[in-house]
């Protein structure tokens, strides 16, 4: 058996490689583990008030602990989702930084400006779900549950509640920044979207159905938003196409004129 040297030095290079990104991924962890901890502490410091504030939907109901333990559990769940929350912007540079060098300079400038809007847009479909939906649900399943039943309201159910439907949201809010990027990369056309324009309409009904309740105001509320920034993606899109593409006619342009000019050059 012999010793190739030249394909020992490429499984060398390769194993280096390999080594460095887990090195540049593990240290992109830390940094966000450490943003995240900072976050959650403060939460925790301020947790009472973050508490009273996420309650006013309730109007002055109290509550309900099942036993001692779970002001703790209750308390870590608001601070951890009030620390994601916050740390997201950070988080979502580190992951910009940790793809970096695989993106091109293009796509660099593009993910990178786009990190603000995406941390915007989740803060505001987490805000709608709040101020909006959330109410409305509250309301609706209080009001269906007191001809049968005396209501008890756990605080671990009430958050559960809560966070189970502020975190989508949240991410169906990042539809347009999601959209703006692939667009801009090449990967989503607005011809795409266009044509699977009913899919994404039925799938946006079933989840509205499935979240809201079997009622038409709440429904509307929940699908209507949906609709509306699948439109919004449609529109950004078509700009998003128009602006690559003008961009790339001009580099092409760019690139024939190098050899004609360099031509010229050397006739003269």
């Given at each position: 058996?012999?010793?190739?040297?030249?394909?020992?030095?490429?499984?060398?290079?390769?194993?280096?490689?390999?080594?460095?990104?887990?090195?540049?991924l593990?240290?992109?962890?830390?940094?966000?583990?450490?943003?995240?901890?900072?976050?959650?502490?403060?939460?925790?410091?301020?947790?009472?008030?973050?508490?009273?504030?996420?309650?006013?939907?309730?109007?002055?109901?109290?509550?309900?602990?099942?036993?001692?333990?779970?002001?703790?559990?209750?308390?870590?769940?608001?601070?951890?989702?009030?620390?994601?929350?916050?740390?997201?912007?950070?988080?979502?540079?580190?992951?910009?930084?940790?793809?970096?060098?695989?993106?091109?300079?293009?796509?660099?400038?593009?993910?990178?400006?786009?990190?603000?809007?995406?941390?915007?847009?989740?803060?505001?479909?987490?805000?709608?779900?709040?101020?909006?939906?959330?109410?409305?649900?509250?309301?609706?399943?209080?009001?269906?549950?007191?001809?049968?039943?005396?209501?008890?309201?756990?605080?671990?159910?009430?958050?559960?509640?809560?966070?189970?439907?502020?975190?989508?949201?949240?991410?169906?809010?990042?539809?347009?920044?999601?959209v703006?990027?692939?667009?801009?990369?090449?990967?989503?056309?607005?011809?795409?979207l266009?044509?699977?324009?009913?899919?994404?309409?039925?799938?946006?009904?079933?989840?509205?159905?499935?979240?809201?309740?079997?009622?038409?105001?709440?429904?509307?509320?929940?699908?209507?938003?949906?609709?509306?920034?699948?439109?919004?993606?449609?529109?950004?899109?078509?700009?998003?196409?128009?602006?690559?593409?003008?961009?790339?006619?001009?580099?092409?342009?760019?690139?024939?004129d190098?050899?004609?000019?360099?031509?010229?050059?050397?006739r003269?």
């Amino acid at each position: 058996m012999k010793f190739n040297l030249s394909q020992w030095k490429r499984n060398v290079h390769n194993d280096q490689t390999v080594i460095e990104h887990l090195g540049e991924l593990r240290k992109h962890l830390i940094y966000s583990l450490i943003g995240i901890a900072v976050c959650f502490i403060a939460a925790l410091v301020l947790v009472t008030h973050i508490y009273r504030w996420l309650t006013l939907p309730l109007r002055g109901v109290k509550l309900v602990l099942l036993g001692p333990g779970d002001v703790i559990h209750v308390y870590f769940m608001v601070a951890g989702v009030v620390a994601l929350t916050v740390a997201l912007p950070f988080l979502l540079l580190q992951l910009w930084l940790f793809i970096k060098p695989a993106l091109s300079p293009h796509e660099r400038k593009t993910a990178l400006g786009l990190l603000p809007f995406a941390s915007i847009m989740f803060l505001v479909g987490t805000s709608f779900a709040y101020f909006v939906i959330f109410p409305i649900l509250l309301k609706f399943l209080i009001q269906l549950a007191s001809g049968n039943f005396q209501m008890l309201i756990t605080a671990d159910n009430y958050f559960s509640f809560m966070v189970n439907l502020l975190l989508p949201f949240g991410l169906i809010f990042e539809m347009p920044v999601v959209v703006m990027f692939l667009t801009q990369i090449g990967i989503l056309t607005p011809q795409k979207l266009r044509q699977t324009r009913k899919y994404a309409y039925m799938g946006m009904i079933v989840l509205a159905s499935i979240i809201s309740p079997p009622e038409i105001v709440s429904h509307l509320s929940v699908d209507v938003p949906m609709m509306i920034l699948y439109e919004i993606s449609v529109v950004i899109s078509r700009t998003s196409y128009r602006r690559r593409e003008k961009r790339r006619a001009q580099e092409a342009l760019r690139f024939n004129d190098t050899p004609s000019s360099t031509t010229r050059g050397s006739r003269m």
